[in-house]
């Protein structure tokens, strides 16, 4: 079974600009959550998603958005790009009713 | 926000010895703690999660230590090789939700 794939695997902006960045979860799971990782911050929630709708959100500004399709992919937006916004962006996967989440590689942002 | 609290930051151990990776949580409503490993340049795996009403878990050489009252967990590797270099996290979730607490990591490295 495939795992977790995100694209693109890396991306180098330029502060003001937005981005995207997309997610296709593991076949059969629903839930998708992101996080972001930082050397400074560590890995933090950002939302979770699950048929189509956002159940989860974590402390993160509104420049950051996300979005579910009804086939479970994933993608997540963040406008107005600041420097600090430099992170590897993680998203993960999970089955309905079960904890487990299974990470993708992630994407690594860079904003210049 | 609620902290998962991980000990050492760094850890050396010689090839074939115990490494043991510490961590304190505050928030008794947790109700899953999964322990992650990862490589450079890649998203975290899942190693072995627990659940609070297990004391212990045991996976190959890998094995979590859960003490409820104090509000801690470990993870222990037995028997530590070179390719166990890597950066380990816990974590936990809030009860109900995948969204997860992580802990700022520990840096393994296993001396051969």
């Known amino acids: 079974k495939a795992g977790v794939t995100q694209t693109p695997r890396y991306l180098i902006k330029t502060r003001g600009q937005q981005v995207t960045l997309s997610c296709s979860p593991i076949?059969?799971?629903?839930?998708v959550s992101w996080y972001q990782q930082t050397p400074g911050q560590g890995l933090q929630f950002l939302f979770e998603y699950f048929s189509e709708t956002q159940r989860n959100k974590g402390n993160f500004p509104g420049r950051f958005s996300g979005r579910q399709f009804s086939n479970s992919r994933s993608e997540m937006n963040v406008s107005t790009l600041e420097l600090g916004d430099s992170a590897l962006y993680l998203c993960?996967?999970?089955?309905?009713?079960?904890?487990?989440?299974?990470f993708g590689p992630g994407t690594r942002l860079t904003v210049t | 926000q609620q902290q998962v609290k991980q000990s050492p930051q760094s850890l050396i151990v010689q090839k074939g010895g115990i490494s043991i990776i510490n961590c304190a949580y505050e928030n008794t409503a947790f109700d899953y703690f999964p322990w992650y490993q990862q490589f450079p340049g890649k998203g975290p795996a899942l190693l072995i999660a627990i659940r609070p009403d297990v004391s212990e878990k045991k996976e190959g050489r890998f094995t979590i230590s859960f003490n409820k009252s104090a509000k801690q967990f470990s993870l222990h590797i037995m028997d530590s090789q070179p390719g166990d270099s890597a950066t380990y996290f816990c974590?936990?979730?809030?009860?109900?939700?995948?969204?997860?607490?992580f802990g700022t990591g520990t840096r393994l490295k296993v001396l051969a």
């Open positions: 974590a936990a979730n809030y009860p109900g939700t995948y969204k997860y607490i």
């Open positions: 076949s059969g799971h629903r839930s």
């Open positions: 993960a996967s999970s089955r309905d009713r079960v904890y487990e989440q299974y």
